[in-house]
């Protein structure tokens, strides 16, 4: 199967070569091992299912994120690699990485496309110039709830959006959660968008996202996530947004004081596979990565919003300031952010957009 040399590059500050880096460096591990340790992860579900038959073949997958070690996500692919593993008989092995140790969202994609890659799952927001049906998922507060999102994203409309990215060099298998983005910063508390007049806020590189930020007065700038934690260490950007489990994972809490339980936007992650390395496996063993994406993303899901309510107490009890909105200040963010579904019906497509809308209503009773 594919062999490539690991890049190990990382999401921490570039080390400086001196003893207190050193120091400085045992001390985060030791600081991201006790984060670990305090958010105790939801044990991994058993493997259910039969062996499966393949063609006496082996395999090796390579399978990189962009997110830490103590993500959710990371924790769905010790899973997704243990059901594959077990239930191959070990005739499939799958490495997992993290931290962008293969290269961040776009450069695995293209990776994937190459060949030189077997599986990563990035968030659909940096993926909208090759598919821009996913820009749907970027419109602001599209998602009343988390269970909305699982219906739309296990029903009809997310299994059609996989078929349709099955393409390019790409084979889609399945959703899993990134989950409800919160916004942070170093200046001071946000309750308003009025607060943000001029903020430098990291986006994912995404119009929309760009758009929002925009139209609320911040000043946006698009960067991938590898880059994030450094322009934040050094004042490049005053902000960015991300949910409360990968603030803490990728330690932006440490040099963001400020923080606002927004939830502007649902995330989704997709998985995907190099249709190079799709086409090398037998049929049996294709379905089985299947299902062991649609049982990584269920558990995933379940981790991502068992852990984000308990996450949000740890940052409020490690000191990040953090304002939780009224409803009356959300509505002002979405009445402020109500054009942005006007200037990308046209892009997105309204038909999309009317039946995501509809799968959405919360039920009144
Ligand atoms: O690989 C990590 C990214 O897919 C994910 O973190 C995207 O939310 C994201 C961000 O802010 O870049």
Redesign the pocket.
């Given at each position: 199967m594919t062999t490539i040399t690991p890049s190990h590059r990382s999401t921490r500050p570039r080390a400086r070569s001196s003893l207190t880096t050193l120091m400085a460096a045992a001390v985060l591990s030791l600081t991201s091992l006790s984060a670990v340790a305090a958010t105790e992860m939801p044990p991994f579900p058993d493997v259910t299912g039969d062996v499966v038959k393949g063609d006496g073949n082996d395999y090796n997958i390579k399978f990189n994120?962009?997110?830490t070690q103590s993500s959710a996500q990371y924790r769905g692919l010790e899973y997704f690699k243990k059901i594959v593993e077990q239930r191959s008989d070990n005739h499939i092995k799958v490495q997992t990485f993290h931290s962008?140790q293969l290269g961040?969202?776009l450069q695995s994609v293209s990776a994937l496309q190459a060949g030189t890659l077997d599986m990563t799952a990035?968030?659909t927001?940096p993926m909208v110039s090759m598919f821009p049906q996913f820009a749907v998922f970027d419109l602001p507060f599209l998602f009343p709830t988390p269970e909305i999102a699982d219906k739309v994203l296990d029903g009809d409309i997310g299994q059609q959006m996989l078929k349709d990215a099955s393409t390019k060099g790409l084979v889609a298998i399945g959703w899993s959660e990134?989950g409800y983005r919160q916004l942070t910063n170093s200046e001071h508390a946000v309750t308003s968008p009025a607060d943000l007049d001029g903020l430098k806020v990291r986006t994912?590189q995404n119009p929309i996202h760009l758009d929002i930020w925009r139209t609320l007065g911040a000043n946006p700038t698009p960067m991938s996530?590898a880059e994030l934690f450094t322009a934040l260490e050094q004042g490049v950007v005053d902000g960015q947004e991300?949910p409360w489990i990968?603030i803490e994972s990728s330690k932006f809490n440490e040099v963001q004081p400020y923080a606002t339980e927004t939830n502007h936007v649902y995330?989704p992650?997709i998985t995907l596979v190099s249709e190079r390395t799709w086409k090398r496996l037998p049929e049996s063993y294709q379905q089985l990565l299947r299902d062991a994406a649609k049982q990584m993303g269920d558990y995933e899901r379940h981790v991502s919003r068992v852990m984000n309510d308990q996450i949000k107490q740890e940052l409020k009890d490690d000191g990040m300031k953090i304002t939780e909105l009224t409803p009356e200040q959300v509505a002002v963010f979405q009445k402020d952010l109500a054009p942005v579904y006007d200037d990308w019906r046209e892009k997105i497509g309204g038909d999309l957009i009317d039946r995501i809308r509809a799968e959405s209503k919360v039920d009144s009773k």
């Open positions: 994120i962009g997110l962008a961040d969202d990035p968030s927001s990134n994912m996530f991300n990968t995330t992650f």
